[in-house]
């Protein structure tokens, strides 16, 4: 992992960590490439603003308990550039990654490091017999580098909020709507996720002319019962249990996903069987092993979580809201994200928070600019370096819940840490 790391490193000072959105660029360097992206069977967008790596993961299942293969695009990676890039039963090797990376470099063409990986992805798949290619968009979808295909199989959106409005104009949900499902293709089977009432309406107003199979989410839905889960559409009823799956947020995209798969003519017996296995890491993973469980007493629970968005935030604070115990906080986030907003979806859920600034992310905000967003509303807060750092000074006899949120890359660098 320490040779991906510093690998990577220097991918971001060879190519811009910039997101340049626009897709003449990689659709020129595709071409002097002999054009890879069209020997890639059965492609599938993921689209949305959050939601979208728990749907894509759901599916991967259920296709390889299928007995098909899979081929995974996904960002941003955790803790390794490897995780991005998934070949079948395996994620890239390093040699695969730099034997691309040297090939694309040769072209000359000036690329940012988020469409180098997109060729990257596209090479590596391209040279191998798969049913199924997945590819994860990145920002927004319009001039995202994964919209490359005339006619995919499907294009699914999870769901879609108020994010990244620093790159459009106007900044309203219409806008965004409209990047993301206002160019989906006109041949392809289109599912639509669980929606607000408002933006759904917009979906639909958007995708009126488009001449697509589209699948609203009307067509099914998740029941619950005590404490059980079910899918249910007009055909089918299944049973939705699982020891990692633990909000209503990815309950959704797992229902999305569920409806894809039945659609893909997967047996509902084959989905059922392989639910308990789907593992989403870094959103409401528990940390039941590795080096941070001995910084904290075996009555403590470490608790990370992904969310980086006020509908993320929410569907955490839903699910913090049904324990029944003390929760504290280990807070790091991305200055872009509105920590102020964020923090206000979690309103007297903590006893405490213990701010971070995440390590080695320039856009992060510093551990005493989120103790100032804390403090205002009204938390008891202190600061640290690290995570290991935050956990002694949470730690005790107490039995508690400590949560780790606020980033992605912050969940990255804790799960690199354990």
């Not at 639509?192 to 488009?210: E, S, V």
């Not at 889960?229 to 089918?236: L, T, W």
């Not at 809201?321 to 979806?345: D, H, S």
């Amino acid at each position: 992992m320490v040779n991906s790391e510093i690998y990577y490193n220097q991918l971001q000072k060879k190519y811009s960590r910039r997101i340049t959105l626009g897709l003449s660029r990689i659709k020129k360097a595709l071409k002097l490439l002999g054009n890879p992206e069209k020997k890639l069977k059965r492609p599938i967008n993921i689209i949305g603003s959050d939601g979208k790596f728990s749907c894509l993961t759901s599916l991967k299942y259920f296709i390889e308990a299928n007995k098909q293969s899979t081929s995974t695009f996904v960002s941003p990676h955790l803790f390794d550039l490897r995780s991005r890039i998934c070949l079948k039963n395996r994620f890239i090797s390093l040699n695969e990654i730099k034997k691309h990376e040297r090939q694309i470099s040769k072209l000359n063409v000036i690329l940012s490091l988020f469409e180098v990986l997109t060729l990257i992805y596209v090479l590596a798949a391209s040279k191998r017999k798969i049913d199924y290619n997945i590819l994860e968009a990145g920002l927004m979808f319009f001039g995202d580098s994964t919209r490359l295909f005339d006619k995919p199989l499907i294009q699914a959106a999870t769901n879609i909020n108020l994010q990244h409005v620093e790159w459009i104009s106007p900044k309203t949900i219409n806008e965004i709507c409209r990047q993301k499902v206002g160019y989906l293709s006109n041949q392809t089977n289109i599912y639509i996720g669980k929606q607000k009432p408002k933006t759904l309406r917009i979906i639909k107003g958007i995708l009126k002319k488009n001449k697509s199979n589209i699948t609203y989410p009307s067509k099914w839905r998740i029941i619950y019962k005590g404490k059980n889960i079910f899918y249910k559409d007009n055909k089918h009823k299944i049973p939705i249990k699982s020891n990692y799956i633990h909000s209503k947020g990815l309950i959704d995209n797992l229902g999305l996903s569920i409806k894809i798969a039945l659609d893909l003519n997967i047996k509902p017996t084959v989905i059922q069987k392989t639910i308990p296995k789907v593992y989403f890491e870094g959103r409401l993973q528990y940390l039941t092993k590795g080096k941070l469980r001995k910084f904290v007493n075996k009555k403590e629970k470490i608790l990370l979580d992904g969310a980086h968005s006020n509908v993320s935030g929410k569907n955490l604070y839903n699910y913090l809201k049904t324990l029944n115990l003390p929760i504290y906080c280990v807070w790091g986030m991305q200055k872009n994200k509105f920590p102020k907003e964020f923090l206000k979806e979690f309103k007297g859920i903590f006893k405490k928070i213990v701010t971070v600034k995440i390590p080695g992310e320039p856009n992060s905000c510093t551990a005493n600019e989120l103790k100032s967003i804390a403090v205002k509303q009204n938390y008891k807060v202190e600061t640290t370096i690290g995570i290991k750092e935050a956990l002694k000074i949470i730690s005790s006899k107490e039995k508690k819940i400590i949560v780790v949120m606020g980033s992605l890359y912050w969940c990255g660098s804790v799960l690199k840490e354990n």
